[in-house]
């Protein structure tokens, strides 16, 4: 009897023989059948404002109990959870906290949301698909950020109970997935509009690396394939790059950059366009209509807020995303 | 001052408490996964 199995998981398809692990270092080939390594088995777990995901139009100003597992489905060589998202299950200091106790220690701590981040929350599907399920009937919120490299049919099986999803839209160049993070763009442009179809509240993190994926022409291209495809509401958060891992030999983002590409969204026809990772006027939410300040923020905290029941309070403009 | 036989009586219900305690799980088994298939 032939003991190779075939992960359906993510375009890696890593296809293992017999006591092999995967490339996510998540899972294991023993005897014939594929296992997860790491259920109920997190490396991270925090409380976080939402805005750090980043989430700045899902439940702003609260709390969201965050898990992560050890391993990754690609390998950025800019990857800021490098010592976890890089490493084997065995490699980590994990918690024993099983779906039920995410789920008790989320009321515990007033959090509103699970959010599954930090590595890569593909690699700990099963973990994060039953502590979903869970959450959902005590009225907690699931989150993810992911870097959307999954296969569409687990990805549609976790929509049922996904609330809102971050993706990371590394670049848009198959050129950059496939020399900075050892992977595929398509499959997440995929993604992106399968989470759009299922409904899940969407927002997109894009890292400027300097030099790598700052190019303004690929960023205009970029955001006309958001609008055409997911629409002008979906926000879009342009991170500051710092060095880290393998790419220590660039520079940080300057701020000109940033708002650079920010003005080149907004010029695209995006409607929220942020900048993350340093305080500029860029991290407020702005009424598209009355051009007013919804939404104040310093840093991940909420100083004001003027959306009320979803509305811009003084001109009564809906602004899209999940607000109670 | 603790005595001799108080000690001992303690150790005692202790050790028998803790046999009873709910024990605790000292890590979840590998989970099959959801999605993959065999190869022929």
């Not at chain 1, 590394?170 to 509009?193: H, M, Q």
């Not at chain 1, 609008?227 to 000109?256: A, C, M, W």
């Amino acid at each position: 009897m032939a003991k190779t199995v075939q992960c359906e998981l993510c375009p890696n398809a890593c296809v293992l023989e017999n006591g092999q692990h995967s490339r996510c270092r998540a899972r294991m080939n023993k005897d014939g059948v594929l296992y997860s390594l790491v259920y109920g088995k997190p490396c991270a777990v925090h409380v976080d404002p939402i805005e750090k995901k980043p989430f700045f139009h899902f439940l702003p100003g609260t709390t969201a109990f965050s898990i992560a597992t050890a391993g990754c489905v690609l390998s950025c060589k800019f990857c800021q959870n490098w010592q976890i998202s890089q490493a084997r299950p065995e490699d980590t200091d994990n918690y024993d906290l099983p779906p039920d106790n995410v789920v008790r220690q989320a009321i515990f701590y007033d959090c509103r949301s699970i959010t599954y981040t930090y590595t890569e929350p593909t690699v700990f599907y099963e973990y994060m698909y039953d502590t979903a399920i869970i959450a959902k009937k005590y009225k907690i919120k699931n989150t993810m950020h992911s870097c959307g490299y999954i296969k569409e049919k687990p990805l549609r099986k976790l929509s049922k109970y996904m609330d809102a999803a971050d993706i990371d839209l590394k670049a848009f160049t198959e050129d950059f997935y496939n020399r900075i993070c050892s992977g595929s763009l398509k499959p997440v442009l995929n993604s992106l509009v399968v989470l759009k179809e299922e409904g899940v509240w969407l927002e997109i993190t894009n890292l400027v690396i300097p030099t790598l994926n700052d190019d303004m022409k690929t960023v205009k291209e970029m955001c006309k394939w958001i609008l055409k495809n997911l629409g002008p509401d979906v926000p879009i958060h342009f991170s500051r790059f710092f060095p880290h891992y393998k790419l220590t030999n660039l520079p940080p983002t300057p701020l000109e950059t940033l708002t650079e590409t920010r003005k080149t969204a907004m010029d695209a026809g995006l409607k929220f366009v942020y900048i993350g990772n340093i305080r500029h006027e860029g991290e407020n939410t702005f009424c598209p209509k009355c051009k007013k300040m919804l939404i104040e923020r310093i840093g991940y905290f909420v100083k004001q807020n003027n959306i009320s029941n979803g509305k811009c309070r003084f001109c009564s403009t809906s602004i899209p995303g999940v607000w109670s | 001052m603790m005595t001799r036989r108080e000690f001992f009586r303690f150790f005692i219900i202790g050790g028998i408490l803790s046999l009873l305690g709910k024990k605790v799980n000292a890590g979840q088994k590998p989970k099959e996964a959801m999605f993959w298939r065999r190869i022929d």
